[in-house]
């Protein structure tokens, strides 16, 4: 069970890993086009889905009652099975022949998808992405969601020195992969600065900061996240994701402006990561708390503890 503050504290890190992958992936085409015979192999989940997604799955998706001319796009089964017409809208290996690719390409407003009229557009880059893609092969991944992580190798960096740890050299690899070079390292205020507002949303107190700059000792930095984790304020800063993810607000917000109490829900977030619960657990007791055996809140329980609707 991984704990929910390595979780989190992790997956906002990932977040910008793969924000920097996405900006290098198109700077990564770009090369591409001066050495058309090394290309990267493209992932269905992040390059393809997407595209396929804002253009296409109104009209070719799940969503059975809205599916048009019988034509699935976000399975493989459904791509690549026979077509009304009589070809197949992605023969693996063979984007000639895949009618997906010349219905995106055509000059024929007729035939051209998306319809003209959903007012959306498959660039001439996204066409040529999947174009590659379907030359691959054609392969389906899942959502990542779905996928179990696996372990990757720690790269191997030129720069001796700079990295401490196996994440440091992850993003140095990158840097060095892209031709950059890491920025110098802060200095202790702007360090501890930095820090208190991305583990407890506040500034540091002066104290904090006459605190960190008088340890020299090597392990400063890390005692210093240690006592922002152990923080009532970790979890207030945590929380605040969640919490906008569900659209938390202290009143109804509409034109009715009611009240609407959640303070209890919030109470129970922010303690939920200043607890370090599982993040398993946290998922389960968020989404049916109310039907777990031995509840302590119900729709029906007494004045003062309010259902989540
Ligand atoms: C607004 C709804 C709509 C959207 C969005 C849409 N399509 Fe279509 N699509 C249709 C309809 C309706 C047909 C059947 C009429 C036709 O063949 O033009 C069709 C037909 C097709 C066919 C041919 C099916 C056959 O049996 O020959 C392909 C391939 C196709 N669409 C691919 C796509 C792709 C790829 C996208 C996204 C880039 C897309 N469509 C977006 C409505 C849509």
């Known amino acids: 069970m ?21 900006a290098a992936e198109r700077s990564r085409s770009a090369a591409e086009q001066a050495q058309p015979d090394k290309k990267p192999p493209i992932d269905f989940a992040r390059q393809i889905r997407p595209i396929l997604s804002e253009n296409c799955f109104v009209c070719h998706g799940p969503d059975d009652e809205q599916r048009k001319a019988k034509l699935r796009l976000d399975i493989k089964a459904g791509a690549t099975k026979e077509l009304r017409s009589g070809g197949h809208a992605v023969v693996p290996g063979d984007p000639k022949n895949s009618v997906l690719l010349q219905r995106i390409t055509s000059d024929d407003p007729d035939e051209r998808m998306p319809p003209a009229k959903t007012n959306k557009k498959i660039t001439p880059q996204q066409a040529e ?19 179990p992580p696996q372990r990757s190798a720690v790269p ?111 109470q129970w977030v922010i303690d939920a990561f200043n607890t370090n619960l599982p993040y398993d657990r946290f998922i389960v007791e968020q989404l049916a708390g109310d039907l777990l055996p031995g509840r302590r809140c119900s729709r029906r329980s007494p004045a003062g503890s309010t259902a989540i609707t």
Not at 129 to 147: C, K, M, P, Y
């Open 2 to 22: 991984i704990p929910l503050r390595s979780y989190l504290v992790f997956g906002s890190l990932l977040a910008g890993l793969l924000y920097a992958d996405l």
């Open 156 to 266: 191997v960096v030129k720069t001796a020195g700079w990295a401490r740890n196996a994440v440091d050299r992850f993003i140095l690899a990158r840097l060095e992969a892209e031709g950059l070079s890491p920025s110098p390292e802060a200095d202790k205020v702007r360090l501890i600065r930095r820090l208190t507002f991305d583990l407890t949303g506040l500034p540091p107190a002066p104290a904090e900061v006459d605190a960190f700059l008088a340890d020299s000792a090597p392990d400063a930095y890390e005692k210093a996240v240690d006592r922002l984790l152990a923080s009532p304020h970790f979890g207030e800063r945590m929380a605040l994701d969640w919490l906008d993810a569900a659209r938390y607000a202290d009143t109804h917000g509409y034109h009715i402006d009611a009240g609407r109490d959640m303070t209890r829900w919030r």
């Open 129 to 147: 992405l999947i174009r590659q893609w379907i030359e691959q092969g054609a392969h389906w991944s899942e959502h990542w969601a779905f996928v």
